[in-house]
């Protein structure tokens, strides 16, 4: 089963808020990935972090890495209406190459 | 486009049919991975290739269940005597593999195909 904790679970805020979100878990992960999935369509790759304490932007999208490898926090700022979708953290552990995913954060942004 | 593809989109069938999905990753990507996502919640690996070869499987992947990469180049996946609880949607997902973990480990997924079983 998954070993990932995502939260929160939904989000509904207005446009132009920043909003946070998290994952945990009880292992190591070596590396963290965010997707973010539209409806009927697959994850797109939004951030990689490859170490502890790594902290990555990608536009309004920042993630980090936590140091103790056991957590990871992405924050986007400034939200705009496309943001809407589900976000995904998924992670690798030890030297296999699955990725085990959280269950996702639905953001709804309201114009 | 360059990107992972999936055929079909969607695909209705009925309880005992056989189905078989295809994968093309992106080109000179060596790793090819499935995995299946069902409502409300994120994908679950399934089962992955390294080239041609099936490095690793998953408990979820029943006998029924069966991939292939006969080339290391596309990739299907069949499902024989499906069942209502195969619906889901499949995803492939591809990644360069050219050695320590780094940007070459992304994952880059495709379209899905979304699988509904009557």
């Known amino acids: 089963g998954q070993q990932l904790n995502q939260s929160p679970q939904s989000m509904f805020i207005q446009e132009g808020e920043d909003v946070s979100m998290n994952c945990t878990s009880s292992s190591i992960f070596n590396t963290w990935l965010w997707y973010k999935q539209d409806p009927g369509e697959g994850p797109v790759l939004l951030i990689a972090?490859?170490?502890?304490?790594e902290l990555t932007s990608n536009g309004r999208l920042t993630a980090q890495f936590g140091i103790t490898r056991k957590d990871s926090f992405l924050n986007i700022s400034a939200s705009i209406p496309s943001d809407v979708g589900i976000y995904f953290c998924?992670?690798?552990?030890?030297?296999?190459?699955?990725?085990?995913f959280g269950k996702g954060t639905l953001l709804t942004v309201n114009p | 486009d360059t990107g992972v593809s999936q055929d079909p989109r969607h695909k209705i069938t009925k309880r005992g049919q056989n189905v078989t999905f295809r994968c093309d990753p992106i080109?000179?990507?060596?790793?090819l991975y499935w995995y299946r996502q069902t409502l409300g919640q994120g994908p679950e690996f399934l089962t992955y290739f390294q080239n041609e070869a099936q490095l690793e499987k998953s408990r979820l992947l029943s006998d029924r269940f069966s991939a292939e990469r006969p080339k290391g180049s596309f990739s299907t996946l069949e499902i024989q005597r499906t069942e209502q609880g195969d619906s889901a949607m499949y995803l492939c997902a591809s990644d360069p593999a050219k050695g320590e973990r780094s940007s070459y480990n992304e994952q880059f997924f495709g379209p899905g195909t979304r699988l509904t079983v009557l």
């Open positions: 998924a992670g690798y552990r030890g030297s296999n190459y699955k990725l085990t």
């Open positions: 972090l490859y170490k502890a304490g």
């Open positions: 080109s000179e990507h060596n790793r």
